[in-house]
């Protein structure tokens, strides 16, 4: 139990190294294609794998969920990935990926598991500047070598339960119109979330609270423009606070995750005093540990529009005092 225990701690503490570990597996052969490609997913989501249980298919279900099954007493919907994905297994469908995805647990079927691969983040690329794919969030190069061919697609799942699941696409909205936010007039938030449709959720969601927002895909891309937008403020002789009113980060993005991206901030003695909001699938006490540790002024896992709603007001009105 102790090695399980120190295990654990050693992965959740690559995090503050801008490092990671990801599970890969195969999905069979995609069309057109002369192998098995790899797929990737953090493995800070999987909870556990276990063989393809029996699966009872619920009526109404279709083409990609399989049905649901029972896991230590808990019924979970399970998702034909090869499906989603455009494969064809090869030798069927033999192992589950049981995820914990923010506030929901889903399996994956999947063909098989190859291993688990340690990365920094800036192996990491933005699969939108690379392929077109909704559900491949980025590619991970499984070495330091950038000529290599060792490539792993890495899914959305925001993406994919989105398309699948339709209780994912809800956001009720409740009392998120009756708050005023403490923002300085011209003044945005900075957006660092790599999923699309969790940028497009979060882009909605601030406009509906009357915060104007700049959308980024990665960290670095964020920190870029942090530190543009404060050398242009410091040239103008104005507070950051006046052009940056908070910045709010995913945990999982290439090149640079979102506990970097915090820390730089809060390292930062003309930055510091940034709000920064972390909002992320990867929930846990482990996670937001480290919250505390890389000097975030909260943690909110995905995705409900109201709770965020009530950390940003707080977390804009302490800054303020």
């Not at 006490?285 to 000097?295: L, P, Q």
């Amino acid at each position: 139990m102790d090695n399980f225990q120190k295990e654990i701690d050693e992965r959740a503490n690559l995090a503050l190294s801008n490092k990671f570990e990801l599970l890969l597996f195969r999905l069979g052969m995609a069309p057109h294609a002369d192998k098995s490609e790899l797929f990737g997913i953090n493995v800070f989501k999987l909870r556990e794998i276990v063989p393809m249980p029996s699966i009872t298919r619920a009526a109404g279900m279709k083409s990609p969920l399989l049905g649901v099954v029972s896991i230590r007493d808990q019924i979970i919907p399970v998702i034909d990935l090869p499906a989603v994905a455009g494969c064809t297994p090869t030798t069927g469908l033999n192992l589950l990926l049981v995820t914990e995805y923010a506030r929901s647990t889903q399996a994956f079927a999947v063909e098989a598991v190859d291993n688990i691969v340690r990365l920094n983040w800036n192996q990491v690329h933005p699969a939108e500047s690379a392929m077109s794919t909704r559900n491949i969030t980025s590619i991970a190069c499984l070495d330091d070598d950038k000529q290599s061919n060792e490539l792993a697609m890495v899914l959305d799942v925001e993406q994919i339960l989105y398309d699948i699941i339709p209780s994912a696409r809800d956001v009720p909205v409740k009392e998120v119109k009756d708050r005023t936010f403490n923002i300085k007039p011209g003044a945005v938030a900075i957006v660092a979330e790599d999923s699309k449709v969790a940028r497009t959720m979060l882009e909605q969601g601030l406009k509906s609270m009357g915060i104007p927002a700049l959308m980024h895909n990665t960290g670095l891309e964020a920190w870029d423009k942090i530190k543009l937008m404060a050398k242009e403020a410091q040239a103008e002789g104005v507070p950051i606070g006046d052009r940056i009113a908070m910045v709010l980060t995913d945990l999982e993005m290439p090149e640079m995750d979102g506990f970097t991206l915090t820390r730089n901030i809060k390292l930062d003695e003309k930055l510091k005093r940034i709000p920064v909001v972390i909002h992320s699938s990867l929930s846990g006490s482990a996670n937001e540990e480290h919250v505390r540790k890389v000097g975030a002024d909260a943690y909110v896992a995905k995705f409900e529009i109201n709770e965020l709603s009530a950390v940003i007001h707080r977390v804009l009105d302490d800054t303020a005092v």
